[in-house]
Every structure is written in structure tokens, then in C-alpha cells.
């Protein structure tokens, strides 16, 4: 057996085929050919016959004769593998198991009136690991030699299938996608944000598909149930997503609490939000599951794709976690810009206090204000469950509306009431000139006129001896003094 593993390498050698690299960009020439020349072919590895194929390995001993029947050579096979890219994505997977590739070299063998050792298919699966990817046969008896005997056949990677399995539209000048742009002039589209790229069709295949299409599969294995589905991207997608938003407003927003943060960052991670986001991108229409057809999932919240799009985040991270992270905090933070916009313009509670002068109102005291003006602020509205507002209006003594100011409390509301003063000049003028027309000592009022009108903590609080008996400076909605 020895000798003829090595007769089998040498003859490998001598008919070797070029390296992947190479069948990746050119390819056969003889297979381009045919490619060019057909447009459509049949299809070797349908979804339900994957299915199938597995299964039969699996239990081989008792289905050898399924398997033989179902799966194509070796070398159709290794044409497959070396197109990836065309392959639809329920088939990926199973790509990335050992199942596929022994169905092939167990046909071969029967092609080829050859037979493996109990042996070699025993620890099939462990060798199987060691190199997926690879073209060489495992199985001994199998030579390269002998797959270069085979018949390809018709390969068709275009099959109904696959045509809607992936929105990618690689770009060679730029590593990301937008599978809205179809058929639409370039740089026209400027939203939705350009998604990345998730590179390895294996984990991007992973990431469409739902856990539901795979729990009846009782034939796999519980690792390769957990890896066959999305959950566990969805689960690392899930993290990253709060993780970027988190950051985002926080050093956006410097200034906000964290209850404002908490507010802000609900808006951003919410189940509906995410789930809009997944239908931006069509993620929806290449999630395979089993609900397509239940009525009660239909009329639900369908949360599930709002899980895909965390599943889609997650396999970023898991294909390329060190390039990919960086470009996932520029994709989320340009989708999250809008919404972020809308809603602290919206929300009370979310509005920035930035602009908010917190010396306004003693600077309007300090042009204006007088004891005999009275010069106070009252809260008119306060906030309810239907409208966060609060509402202060700045008025004078005989019940005169300057200007009303609105916030998030009464103090924010206070403040815009009396910046809303300060931008009315001709108001400013008016009641700055009536100040500067009365006397020093006629600007006050007694101490006891203050705790009956309960204004002292508006007016000047300066006393005087020369206020006389007769009662307090007062000054009518015309402007006229009078002594009340």
C-alpha cells in the first residue's frame, strides 16, 4: 500500500494542476470555454441534495449505494470548491464540512471500479479538518491521476437557487458594496451608506441563514449544528453594535448624562431600528428560514431580522476582525448620523444645552430690571407624558409678557425665556431707556412691599431710607410710573 501511495504522489506530481491562485484568475481553459459558450447548465449540488448527501454519509454503512447515486466525482467537485464565489449560499456550508467531499470520492471510486478501506473512512472526517480546502484526494485508493479521468460534466452557477444568495458587487478600488445600486450610474447613490465586505463566503452564507433551517437536521452534529446558523454572529454582532453606538455618542455628546446617553443610544439599538436598517439593505429577502409561509410570523414583529443584521456585524468581525472593525464603526456611525440628528431635535430630553446662557438672566436684570419693573419668571407649563416641555415666561409687574422660553426643566426654560429678551432689541431698548429715566431713589421699593408682592428674589434688593410712606414705584403696561 505504501508503494503505491508513492507511485500515486509521483504521478501526482507529473499531473499536477496549477496552482489555486492561478485556477482562481484564469481557470482551466478548456472549462472557461465551455462556460463562454453555454449559459446555463445543470446544477450538481442543489440545496435539498446537499441535504440528502449528508445524511447518507453519515450513515454510510447502511446508505452506501444513496451516496453513490446522489453525489458527483471528485473532479466536478474540486471545480465547485474552486468557485466559491459562484456558489449559492445554502451550499456553502456544507462546503465547509467533511460530508461532501467523501460523497465525491466515494463515487469516484465507484466510477473507477475501486474500493476505500473501512479504515480511511473511518477517520475521514479528522483528515478532512486538517485541510478543507484542499484538492488531493484523502481517500488512498483515489490518486489526482485518477480525478483527472473524470467527467466534469455541466456545472451551473447561476441556477435559480443562487441568483438572489448574495448582493455583493465587488469593487477592485474599494472593499465594500451597495446592493441598491444595481443597475443605477456610479456615485449617484449616497444612502444608504456602502455596506462592507464580508470576504469569506463560508461565514457570509452563515450569516443568511436561520436557525430553524437547520434544528430538524438531525443527522449533524451539535458543533456542526451551532456553526451551520447565524446565532452565535448574531450574539458577537449584537455586542459590537452596542459597543460602536456607545462610543459614538458618547464623545459626541460630552455633555450628556447617562440618562440622556441611555435615551439616545435605545434609539439606536432598538429592535425596529435595526430591523429598518435590514430591510435598507435587503437583508430580509436572502434570510432562508422556515417561517415563510406562517401566518402568525408575518403578522409579528419578525425580529428576527433585525437579527440578522447583528448576525451580519458579527461576521464582519469574525472574517476580519482587525481591518473589518474600523470600517463597521464608519459604516454604523454614518447610518446612525440621521437618527442621531432627528432625535435631539426632536426629544426634549435629548437637546443640547450648549447655547444655553446661563448668566442671561442677570444680564437682562443688569439692562433692564428695576424694583418698580418687576422683572419675575413663571412656569406656565410643565412637562406631561404626551409633551416633555416645559414652558417659562418672563414677565414684569403688571402681568406683561416679555418673552416665553421652553426646556427640559424650569430652569433651561428660565434662561431661553430671558436669551429670548436679549435677541428682541427694540423690547431691550424700550425698558432700558425707561430704566435710565427714573431716579436712583425711586427705583426701590420697601422691604415690606417685597414679602407682600413675594417678588424679592427678582428685584433689587438694595434699601433705601428715602423711600417714602406712600408705597412703591410702579410702572403701567403704557410705560407711565404710578405709586401703588
Not at 65 to 73: A, G, M, R, V
Not at 309 to 314: C, D, L, S, T
Amino acid at each position: 500500500m505504501d508503494a503505491k501511495r508513492k507511485l500515486d504522489s509521483l504521478e501526482d506530481q507529473e499531473v499536477s494542476l496549477p496552482s489555486k491562485k492561478s485556477r482562481l484568475e484564469g481557470g482551466s481553459a478548456q472549462f472557461d470555454g465551455r462556460r463562454k459558450q453555454k449559459e446555463t447548465h445543470s446544477q450538481f449540488y442543489e440545496y435539498s441534495q446537499v441535504i440528502q448527501l449528508e445524511h447518507a454519509v453519515t450513515k454510510f454503512l447502511e446508505a452506501y449505494k444513496c451516496i453513490t447515486e446522489l453525489s458527483p466525482n471528485l473532479k466536478a467537485y474540486n471545480e465547485v470548491l474552486e468557485n466559491q464565489d459562484k456558489v449559492p449560499v445554502q451550499i456553502l456550508q456544507a462546503l465547509a464540512r467533511y460530508k461532501l467531499k467523501l460523497a465525491a470520492e466515494l463515487k469516484s471510486l465507484q466510477e473507477l471500479d475501486k474500493s476505500p478501506l473501512l479504515s480511511e473512512l473511518m477517520d475521514f472526517e479528522s483528515r478532512f479538518e486538517e485541510d478543507k480546502l484542499t484538492s488531493q484526494p484523502i481517500i488512498s485508493e483515489l490518486s489526482k491521476k485518477d480525478v483527472k479521468k473524470l467527467v466534469v460534466g455541466k456545472i451551473d452557477y447561476k441556477a435559480s437557487e443562487g441568483k438572489d444568495s448574495s448582493t455583493e458587487d465587488d469593487d477592485d478600488n474599494e472593499d465594500s458594496y451597495d446592493p441598491s445600486s444595481a443597475g443605477k450610474p456610479p456615485r449617484e447613490n449616497k444612502w444608504p451608506p456602502k455596506l462592507p465586505q464580508i470576504r469569506d463566503p463560508a461565514i457570509r452564507a452563515r450569516v443568511f441563514i436561520h436557525k430553524s433551517t437547520i434544528k430538524d437536521k438531525l443527522y449533524l452534529k451539535e458543533t456542526e449544528m451551532i456553526n451551520a446558523h447565524n446565532e452565535r454572529l448574531e450574539f458577537l454582532g449584537d455586542s459590537v453594535l452596542n459597543t460602536v453606538m456607545t462610543m459614538i455618542i458618547y464623545n459626541k455628546f460630552p455633555r450628556f448624562t447617562e440618562g440622556q446617553l441611555s435615551k439616545l443610544r435605545m434609539s439606536l439599538v432598538s429592535n425596529e431600528r435595526i430591523k429598518a436598517w435590514s430591510f435598507l439593505y435587503g437583508f430580509d429577502k436572502h434570510l432562508k428560514t422556515n417561517f415563510q409561509d406562517n401566518v402568525a410570523f408575518q403578522q409579528g414583529k419578525r425580529k428576527l431580522f433585525a437579527d440578522v443584521f447583528e448576525a451580519y456585524i458579527g461576521g464582519l468581525i469574525e472574517d476580519d476582525p482587525k481591518h473589518n472593525m474600523p470600517k463597521v464603526r464608519k459604516w454604523l456611525s454614518k447610518l446612525a448620523k440621521p437618527i442621531i440628528e432627528d432625535a435631539t431635535q426632536k426629544d426634549i430630553d435629548l437637546e443640547s444645552t450648549d447655547n444655553v446662557d446661563l448668566n442671561a438672566k442677570r444680564q437682562l436684570y443688569s439692562l433692564i430690571g428695576y424694583a418698580a419693573l418687576n422683572l419675575h419668571y413663571v412656569t406656565v407649563k410643565r412637562p406631561t407624558a404626551g409633551d416633555p416641555n416645559t414652558v417659562v415666561e418672563c414677565r414684569i409687574g403688571d402681568g406683561t409678557t416679555l418673552a416665553s422660553g421652553a426646556g427640559r426643566n424650569v430652569k433651561i426654560a428660565g434662561l431661553r425665556a430671558a436669551q429670548n429678551v436679549l435677541r428682541n432689541k427694540p423690547l431691550l431698548e424700550k425698558y432700558a431707556s425707561l430704566r435710565a429715566a427714573i431716579p436712583r431713589t425711586e427705583s426701590v421699593v420697601k422691604k415690606d412691599e417685597l414679602a407682600r408682592t413675594g417678588s424679592s428674589s427678582n428685584v433689587n434688593r438694595d434699601k433705601s431710607p428715602s423711600m417714602g410712606p406712600s408705597g412703591a414705584i410702579k410702572l403701567s403696561s403704557e410705560g407711565q410710573f404710578f405709586i401703588g
